[in-house]
């Protein structure tokens, strides 16, 4: 079984952190971007055999489009995406106040079970700072409305390592979270990436963050918080109630096989890792032609999918079984993987057992460093 990622590349306004392929709402084919998606996942689904156990709306904002467009986006997928059997989880991105009624409806009714909603923060002066035009209040607002209309599985995501903001900060937004109905948690520190509006006042020196070790102290708290209000980490940015974890993200980090649909959009099929095209009118332009919009087509070799396997497996707080890394690759991980598990485990970053591997509290913390150890070894 496989899953669908559905990018939306529409957005009424650009947060300064984003660095995803979004573009402005007004003025753009949003019908026509629409209708190209629609045949590109149909391309996709004549040329594979496909039963999709995760389908995942993202962007951009799903929630930019109006609800007979989103309308129009849900019956192109049920018809050639959700023909023979309904996935175990089918999940939209949404930001707060831009849900609507009419189009939780919509949602709803094409078999949307889950919602993952961007708050970010509940602190209104730092909401404002990052570029949010959302407020505390639209996010009640929001949850109250999709479980009116039935929706009882939704998701928030948080950030910290922020301009401007300090660990009290950073503890009211956790407690404000908690007393919400929702099931999962999804808890990111920010990365200043090139292309955005932080990353250009971080080159003019107008950039203040948190110290180093101020962020790690909001990530022990959220680690902290999250274990005593009952959401496990499952992921090393990912906390649920049991039952609720994204099954779409962890085909990710299983490194199971996903389509890619959308502009921009990246797919794993087959052994074969692809990019689309990300301006919007190119990417009409192909699928206008061709059906689909590959930008690149990369076949992975066999170690670089176990490497991807080490890289991906261990941001699981279950990390890597022995038993399913044999099944999938026919060697022991032990094997292949000698030298940086001894040296992880040396430093205290991993544990390695009969079992599997898997991050120490340590390890969490450095996570990045212990993932570096398992690429460019093939």
């Known amino acids: 079984m496989q899953s669908a ?36 996942i149909h391309h996709a689904a004549q040329k594979n055999e496909h039963q999709l156990k995760t389908i995942f709306i993202g962007g951009g904002t799903p929630t930019a489009l109006s609800a007979s467009q989103l309308n129009r986006l849900m019956e192109g997928i049920r018809c050639n995406l959700i023909s023979v059997n309904e996935p175990v989880e089918f999940a939209v991105e949404a930001n707060p106040g831009e849900l609507t009624s009419e189009k939780l409806e919509v949602l709803k009714n094409a078999g949307v079970n889950r919602l993952s909603i961007g708050v970010q923060s509940f602190n209104d002066k730092l909401l404002h700072r990052i570029g949010r035009v959302h407020r505390k209040e639209d996010v009640f607002r929001t949850i109250e409305l999709a479980e009116q209309i ?17 660990i009290d900060d950073f503890k009211e937004s956790l407690e404000t979270a908690f007393s919400l109905n929702v099931k999962h948690f999804s808890a990111y520190s920010l990365i200043v990436e090139p292309k955005t509006v932080f990353y250009n006042l971080m080159q003019k020196g107008k950039l203040t963050l948190p110290q180093q070790d ?37 085909t990710y980090w299983n490194n199971d096989y996903y389509f890619g649909f959308g502009a921009g959009a990246h797919g794993y099929m087959n052994g074969v890792r692809t990019s689309n095209i990300g301006p919007i009118k190119k990417y009409i332009e192909r699928i206008k032609q061709k059906g689909e919009a590959f930008h690149s087509q990369i076949t ?7 490497e991807e396997e080490m890289f ?26 000698s ?20 991050l120490t509290h340590k390890g969490k913390l450095l996570g990045n460093e212990v993932f570096q150890e398992f690429i460019g070894l093939s």
Request: proline share 3%.
């Open 150 to 166: 039935g929706f009882d599985n939704m998701s928030i995501d948080l950030m910290y390592g922020l301009p401007g903001q300090t």
């Open 312 to 337: 991906l497996g261990l941001r699981k707080t279950t990390g890597i079984s022995k038993e399913k890394f044999y099944k999938k690759f026919g060697v022991q991980v032990d094997h292949i993987f």
């Open 5 to 40: 990622y559905i990018h939306i590349p529409f957005c009424h306004h650009i947060c300064h952190y984003c660095d995803f392929n979004k573009v402005f709402f007004k003025q753009q084919p949003v019908d026509e971007y629409i209708e190209m998606l629609i045949k590109e």
């Open 300 to 306: 992975i070799s066999k170690e670089e999918a176990m």
């Open 339 to 358: 030298s940086p598990i001894d040296k992880l485990v040396d430093l205290d970053l991993i544990i390695n057992d009969e079992n599997g591997i898997r």
């Open 214 to 250: 101020e962020e790690a102290q909001m990530y022990e708290l959220a680690m902290e918080q999250m274990e005593k209000h009952g959401f496990n980490q499952y992921e090393i940015s990912n906390y649920a109630k049991a039952g609720y974890e994204s099954q779409h993200n962890l």
